[in-house]
């Protein structure tokens, strides 16, 4: 029996929930879903450039965890944007951190 999946930390729901493609591909609409932890781990690397091993203890996870959430993350959007398919970001396996520790420990605060 597998061991239970850690709870990822994720520091706010996203702005959005969707992004669709202003002209469908001519085989039709398919979606994506990029799970919150995924898109986490692409605004941490990607938007605010810190690197995996601050990233992934941001996220409560080791760095090997955090690289596959990445590299899973990336091919998700990648397949989106090449193919022209609606982008969903929902669900995924995670909780929103201790507001005061986060902070203070990392430097980051507020919330979306």
Known sequence: ??????LRFVQGRPIVNAFV????PPWGREEVYLPLEGLEAIRLIDFQGFDQETAARMMNVSRQTFGRILAEARAIVAD???MGKVLRIEGGHFEMPPRGRMRHRHGWGGGI
């Open 1 to 6: 029996m597998p061991r239970p999946r850690k």
């Open 21 to 24: 493609p202003n002209r469908m």
């Open 80 to 82: 989106a944007l090449v």
